[in-house]
């Protein structure tokens, strides 16, 4: 955001009434201006306020929504570099259909895009897009249709009008992106009536400068830039190039999401793998992929889940119980703390051992165990209060807490505050997790 608070801050009331829910004008403007409030918040700003504060604090790269169930943000970056604050939207991931692909192909990558899904920190990942590309073999509606009903977001790459249209009466609700091979006339009327976003491509970033330019002048707001090239390097290039000229010169025409698709620059798909992952570190708004296959996807999520994650705070796991394997009324419940990392290698080992048991994951903002316990937030008190509010014992007829090792000297205090529990001291070590469990008794 270019704005400083002072600057945010002359030209709110100052009258510091605390209806935004901060104390002053000024923390207001603070906050805003590290974007984490929103003008709105302040129901007395004069409307000459609003539109200087919006230009000007309108992150450099547009923002475009697209989709209804799977609703996804696209661009709205506002720096260069993730340590320099965060990045924001995570790159959309999809498959791309060509309409000559046989049938049973199309069926295979509907299924796949639909059914893979993976569970971690608490989030769901899957793809989202589904791009689907008109060959000229007269399926391409119908295609669109059978895409439309998964639910996902849809990349229309059609020169042909009538099958445009007909796309976008079967799929508006969801927003589908609309990718001529050029922008005509027809195009412009079409995106403007139903508001959609138009896909912008060029060899450079000279020539998608001036077709966005044209663009906009034609009023079309919603762009999303396509660099075009077979060349790995070159996309590459532009692709920096063009997010150097959004952020560090304000070149507002290139301040636009972007589309990539590895699916045109291989046949191979572990390349393309590759292909996309660079593009998710940077700084692709969209992949499309030639096909959606568990060991290329996984990977690709798991690194758009690391990339798009604010570096300013600690991933953290949601406070409260996780059975591990089938526990019963018999099994051991182990104690850690919701900082992602330190949850999942918890339990991981938990599973490595083959024993079925109870994780209570305790919320301290995200710290490991010894920092928490250092801080005070993971002491015998906070981590009876935990077994109290999960109110575990009642799935339990034996009641066995096994505590990290690391924190042997809260074990005594915890005796004290859960009498009716035996208290383990676990290994200080995850790892050592099944070993531990193979020698002791409960
Ligand atoms: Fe100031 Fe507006 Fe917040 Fe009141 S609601 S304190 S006027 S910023």
Redesign the pocket.
Known sequence: MALKPLDIFKL??????????????L???MQIAIGKAELA?????SEEAKKQLASESAPPIKTITVGKNEKINLGGETVLYRHEKTFYNPTGIGVLIREDMKDEEIETEIKNITELKYERVGVVLKSEFIGIMDSGKGKFVEIVEKCFQTGKNLVLISDNLENIKKSIEISKEVKPIVFPSDISDEIVKIVKEFNLPVVVKGENIEEISQKVQKLESSGVSEIILYPENKKISEIFKNLILIRRAAILKKKRELGYPVLTIPAFMTDNYLKEGIYASIFIAKYGSIVLLSKIRGEVLFPLLIERLNIFTDPQRPMTTPEGIYEIGKPDDKSPVFVTTNFSLTYFIVSGEIENSKMSGYLLAQDTEGLSVLTAWAADKFNAETIANLVKKTKIEERLSKKVLIIPGVVAQIYGELEEELPEWKILLGPREAAHIPAFLKNVEF
């Open positions: 709110l009331p100052k009258t510091n009434c605390k209806e935004c829910g901060y104390p002053t004008c923390a207001f403007a918040q302040c129901p007395y700003v």
